[in-house]
């Protein structure tokens, strides 16, 4: 199957600095990735739907000035947590869609913790 | 929008015995049914999916089945083994194949099975 990388895979930060998470598929080009937030024991609850040259579209009750994303390259999102606080502690997980099915390839995920 | 609910929550079996997992959906145009199996702290993984124009489907142990009238489906897993162990999501969209192909998930079922 296709693959989708993340990285960092975990990162620690202190309360107030940003924090910026990659996002990239593999072996296929991704015009649209989606960002998902997972707390622990709880469901994936997406964020925003990141498209290729323009905007993101973001759920609602998702602040688009706290999570910034940035999708520059056919291969490439980026998430941004602005000014992280402890309640932005979380497992985030990228998705992508495969090139030729409806599936959609997820990233390892990064796990994020704000002391 | 869509709204997926899961059933039951968690999930204990015996190994060798049969485990069913249940999700309904809200928007009567879903047409993709994926089942992923999460592992702790991993990535979410594929395990089998239906489209809306199928019934059943089945992958050795594993098998899918959606009523599209009474907008619910269900996972079936048989002869388990301890390594079916994990969190099971069910998802769905009514984007299949498109450009937004965004999942929306149920809340997991945790499954146990005791050796």
């Known amino acids: 199957g296709a693959v989708v990388s993340q990285h960092p895979s975990w990162v620690i930060c202190k309360s107030g600095t940003s924090v910026k998470i990659e996002c990239r598929s593999l072996?296929?080009?991704?015009?649209?990735m989606f960002w998902y937030r997972q707390f622990p024991k709880q469901s994936l609850m997406l964020m925003a739907t990141s498209n290729e040259g323009s905007k993101a579209t973001y759920e609602q009750g998702v602040e688009k000035d706290k999570f910034l994303i940035n999708h520059a390259s056919l291969t490439l999102s980026t998430l941004t947590v602005t000014s992280a606080h402890p309640e932005d502690s979380s497992f985030y997980i990228c998705?992508?869609?495969?090139?030729?099915?409806?599936?959609?390839?997820f990233g390892e995920g990064s796990r994020l913790t704000v002391l | 929008g869509e709204n997926v609910e899961q059933h039951p929550s968690t999930l204990s079996v015996q190994e060798g015995d049969s485990a069913v997992i249940k999700c309904t959906y809200s928007d009567s145009a879903s047409n993709y049914f994926p089942w992923y199996k999460q592992e702790l702290g991993k990535r979410p993984q594929l395990i089998i999916d239906?489209?809306?124009?199928?019934g059943e489907k089945k992958d050795q142990r594993i098998a899918v089945t959606l009523n599209k009238t009474a907008k619910h489906f269900s996972l079936h897993i048989t002869e388990t083994q301890p390594e079916d162990s994990a969190v099971y999501f069910c998802a769905a969209t009514p984007n299949y194949g498109g450009a937004t192909n965004k999942l929306i998930f149920g809340t997991g079922t945790l499954l146990a099975v005791q050796p």
């Open positions: 998705s992508a869609g495969g090139p030729n099915t409806g599936e959609l390839f």
């Open positions: 072996d296929f080009q991704a015009t649209t």
């Open positions: 239906i489209r809306s124009n199928v």
